[in-house]
């Protein structure tokens, strides 16, 4: 009963959120030019990428460590692990923040990026960034502890839904705004979804930090979160280098449509992440327990389960994906049917692995999975740069699907070999 609740929550919160960030982009297609939507689809991309430096692999470190902590049933390891949490990400994230303000940040956006909007609102982009940071620790440690609606709604779901409301009132009150005054809303409701889990982290779980345990807990989280962080850069690298390649080869309108066809072929990979939020802390329980008959079975019925709805879901966005284009973004954006096609068909097969990622990272694999996921970078990048130049956005979406797909493909073998587990679908798990 207790997963079922768990990925119920995880399925309507993600929902919520998934479709709400499409609709955000939904809606400032029509409030911003083709250029300022590529730029801010640019920044959007940078802010995720930023977040990953400032909490430097505390996302997925905290649920683990504390469902670890919780299943131990000492309350003073669990108080001082939370708080040793946040100690870690809110000195890193500033950290980030002073070299992005002393520069770093106009010389990514002019240098790369031609972009003097973004270099001139680089204060509230760097804002943005840490509060993004700081609600990924507040967020998976309360998913850790079983409060899996909050996990995910700190994961940009509620954000979004929030920026949502905002962006729909300023199209219908006929406002208009520049990609500052978005950047100001996105902090606003960052900063208020975060106070918010904060606080619902503190009702859980009193902030006092021992000294016997919290020394040793903040050596072993910079210990644990360091391959987690190479892994996390690697893995956003393979998702988004080819966005900054086109924006940067072809130009601000090509990284609008390349952009809008990655938020479609978003909603595609909806399933799979909801399987893989609501079944986190279980299967870190069942590694706990080393119950790895059980833990098969769900996995493999879980990835037949993500597999029947990303199919559904491919079939519609293949017959109808150019209309949906156009409905939703205008006219212009239907020239991104094609490579909206690629990533759609190359993610059909990507998801048939399920979700041997989240299994090797709760194993502790997490040095083979950074190995894996860094190669695979440096293959989506080398692609992205030899085939762009020469097939403009279909090389794009060409460079990513074959540089996911070698991943997913190294991860699954991966568990197989060192787990001894199939994560793969099946139509007859036993």
């Given at each position: 009963?207790?997963?079922?609740?768990?990925?119920?929550?995880?399925?309507?919160?993600?929902?919520?959120?998934?479709?709400?960030?499409?609709?955000v982009?939904v809606v400032?297609?029509r409030?911003?030019?083709?250029?300022s939507?590529?730029?801010?689809?640019i920044?959007?991309?940078?802010?995720?990428?930023?977040?990953?430096f400032?909490?430097?692999?505390?996302?997925?470190?905290a649920?683990?460590?504390?469902?670890?902590a919780?299943?131990?049933?000492?309350?003073?390891?669990l108080?001082?692990t939370?708080?040793?949490?946040?100690?870690?990400a809110?000195t890193?994230?500033?950290?980030?923040?002073?070299?992005?303000?002393a520069?770093?940040?106009?010389?990514?956006?002019l240098?790369f990026?031609?972009?003097?909007q973004?270099?001139?609102?680089?204060?509230?982009?760097?804002?943005?960034?840490?509060?993004?940071?700081?609600?990924?620790?507040v967020g998976?440690a309360l998913?850790?502890?079983h409060r899996?609606?909050w996990?995910?709604a700190?994961d940009?779901?509620?954000?979004?839904t929030?920026v949502?409301a905002?962006t729909?009132?300023?199209?219908?009150?006929?406002?208009?705004?520049?990609?500052?005054?978005?950047?100001?809303?996105?902090?606003?409701?960052?900063?208020?979804?975060l106070l918010?889990?904060?606080?619902?982290?503190?009702?859980?779980?009193?902030l006092?930090?021992s000294k016997?345990?919290?020394g040793?807990?903040?050596?072993y989280l910079?210990h644990?979160?360091?391959p987690v962080?190479?892994?996390?850069?690697?893995?956003?690298?393979?998702?988004?280098?080819?966005?900054?390649?086109?924006g940067?080869?072809?130009?601000?309108?090509?990284?609008?449509l390349?952009g809008?066809?990655?938020?479609?072929?978003?909603?595609?990979?909806?399933?799979?992440?909801?399987?893989?939020l609501?079944?986190?802390?279980?299967?870190?329980?069942?590694?706990?327990?080393r119950?790895?008959?059980?833990?098969?079975?769900?996995?493999?019925?879980?990835?037949?389960?993500?597999f029947?709805l990303?199919?559904?879901?491919?079939?519609?966005?293949?017959?109808?994906?150019?209309?949906?284009?156009?409905?939703?973004?205008?006219?212009?954006?239907?020239?991104?049917?094609?490579?909206?096609?690629?990533?759609v068909?190359?993610?059909?097969?990507?998801?048939?692995?399920g979700?041997?990622t989240?299994?090797l990272?709760?194993?502790?694999?997490q040095?083979?999975?950074?190995?894996i996921?860094?190669?695979?970078?440096f293959?989506?990048?080398?692609?992205?740069f030899?085939?762009v130049?020469?097939?403009?956005?279909a090389?794009?979406?060409?460079?990513?699907?074959a540089?996911?797909a070698?991943?997913?493909?190294?991860?699954?073998?991966?568990?197989?070999?060192?787990?001894?587990?199939?994560?793969?679908?099946s139509?007859?798990?036993?």
């Open positions: 009963m207790q997963l079922i609740t768990s990925l119920a929550w995880s399925t309507a919160f993600r929902l919520v959120g998934v479709g709400s960030a499409f609709l982009n400032l297609a409030l911003l030019s083709p250029d939507l590529g730029q801010y689809l920044g959007f991309s940078l802010v995720m990428f930023v977040a990953i400032m909490r430097f692999g505390v996302k997925q470190t649920m683990k460590l504390a469902a670890e919780r299943n131990s049933g000492d309350e003073d390891l108080n001082s939370v708080f040793s949490l946040l100690i870690y809110l890193a994230t500033l950290t980030v923040a002073v070299f992005l303000l520069g770093l940040a106009d010389w990514i956006f240098r990026f031609d972009s003097p973004l270099a001139d609102a680089k204060f509230w982009f760097v804002l943005w960034c840490a509060f993004i940071a700081l609600a990924a620790p998976e998913r850790g502890l899996p609606g996990g995910v700190l940009m779901s509620a954000q979004s929030l949502l905002v729909t009132l300023l199209l219908f009150s006929g406002i208009q705004i520049g990609l500052e005054a978005i950047l100001k809303v996105w902090c606003a409701v960052s900063f208020s979804v918010a889990g904060f606080i619902r982290l503190l009702l859980l779980v009193p006092r930090v016997r345990e919290g040793i807990r903040l050596a910079v644990s979160a360091l962080f190479t892994l996390n850069v690697s893995q956003y690298l393979n998702a988004n280098a080819a966005l900054w390649i086109v940067t080869l072809l130009g601000h309108s090509d990284a609008a390349y809008v066809a990655v938020r479609i072929y978003n909603l595609l990979a909806l399933p799979l992440v909801i399987v893989d609501g079944l986190g802390p279980h299967i870190a329980d069942y590694l706990h327990r119950d790895f008959a059980q833990l098969e079975a769900l996995l493999r019925v879980s990835a037949l389960a993500a029947s990303t199919l559904v879901t491919a079939l519609v966005l293949v017959f109808h994906g150019e209309w949906l284009l156009e409905i939703a973004f205008g006219s212009f954006y239907s020239d991104a049917y094609s490579v909206l096609l690629i990533l068909l190359g993610n059909v097969v990507n998801v048939c692995t979700s041997c989240s299994v990272l709760l194993a502790g694999e040095k083979l999975l950074a190995m996921s860094t190669l695979a970078a293959l989506a990048i080398s692609l992205g030899y085939l130049p020469r097939f403009g956005l090389g794009a979406g060409v460079a990513t699907v540089a996911v070698i991943a997913n493909s190294a991860i699954w073998m991966g568990v197989r070999k060192r787990l001894g587990l199939n994560t793969a679908i139509f007859a798990p036993k």
